[in-house]
T-cell receptor, first 116, second 110 residues
Framework: GAVVSQHPSWVICKSGTSVKIECRSL??????MFWYRQFPKQSLMLMAT?????????EQGVEKDKFLINHASLTLSTLTVTSAHPEDSSFYICSAPGLAVTDTQYFGPGTRLTVL | GQQLNQSPQSMFIQEGEDVSMNCTSSSIFNTWLWYKQDPGEGPVLLIALYKAGELTSNGRLTAQFGITRKDSFLNISASIPSDVGIYFCAGPWAGNMLTFGGGTRLMVKP
């Protein structure tokens, strides 16, 4: 089945630094990937749609200059949290649309970001 | 996006009991998906439903696509401790994006 990986699985950083999270589709190509944010005990909140070869599409209320997305290839999308602050601490999850199973998405294992 | 109302929000059951959770929507969906999320992990697809009235099983899990196409339920039979986690319903909208229910947190007492 389709496998999506994320790196790192967790990261702790100081306030004001930037953090890059990678999302890779391991055995398939993905022209589109999605980035979600999840707070404790809450559902997934779509942040943006990453498009290979073009600009990402951000959901309302998500700062594009804060959360930089680059879809460098058909198997890699990156999310960079710039000038991170404690309120950016969250669980970030990426996903890619499934090919064999219609209308589904396959999720990465998530990245836990803690900003001190 | 479209709102999916999922209930219950949480369940605390005894091992061996059956579990039922459901999702409703004010809009029609052509696909219903059920995911499970273990603590600290990403969601994993359990069952995908594509046809109104469809009943699909995956081991001890059974899900149905409502006739009205505005609801779906997920049943877990004979629960075991590893069933613990958060279960989400989801449906596609605006292309290949997904909208999620609020999740059902399942806790199983051995």
């Amino acid at each position: 089945g389709a496998v999506v990986s994320q790196h790192p699985s967790w990261v702790i950083c100081k306030s004001g630094t930037s953090v890059k999270i990678e999302c890779r589709s391991l055995d398939f190509q993905a022209t589109t990937m999605f980035w979600y944010r999840q707070f404790p005990k809450q559902s997934l909140m779509l942040m943006a749609t990453s498009n290979e070869g073009s600009k990402a599409t951000y959901e309302q209320g998500v700062e594009k200059d804060k959360f930089l997305i680059n879809h460098a290839s058909l198997t890699l999308s990156t999310l960079t949290v710039t000038s991170a602050h404690p309120e950016d601490s969250s669980f970030y999850i990426c996903s890619a649309p499934g090919l064999a199973v219609t209308d589904t998405q396959y999720f990465g294992p998530g990245t836990r970001l803690t900003v001190l | 996006g479209q709102q999916l109302n999922q209930s219950p929000q949480s369940m605390f059951i005894q091992e061996g009991e059956d579990v039922s959770m459901n999702c409703t929507s004010s809009s029609i969906f052509n696909t219903w998906l059920w995911y499970k999320q273990d603590p600290g992990e990403g969601p994993v697809l359990l069952i995908a439903l594509y046809k109104a009235g469809e009943l699909t099983s995956n081991g001890r899990l059974t899900a149905q696509f409502g006739i009205t196409r505005k609801d779906s339920f997920l049943n877990i039979s004979a629960s075991i401790p590893s069933d613990v986690g958060i279960y989400f319903c989801a449906g596609p909208w605006a292309g290949n994006m997904l909208t999620f229910g609020g999740g059902t947190r399942l806790m199983v007492k051995p």
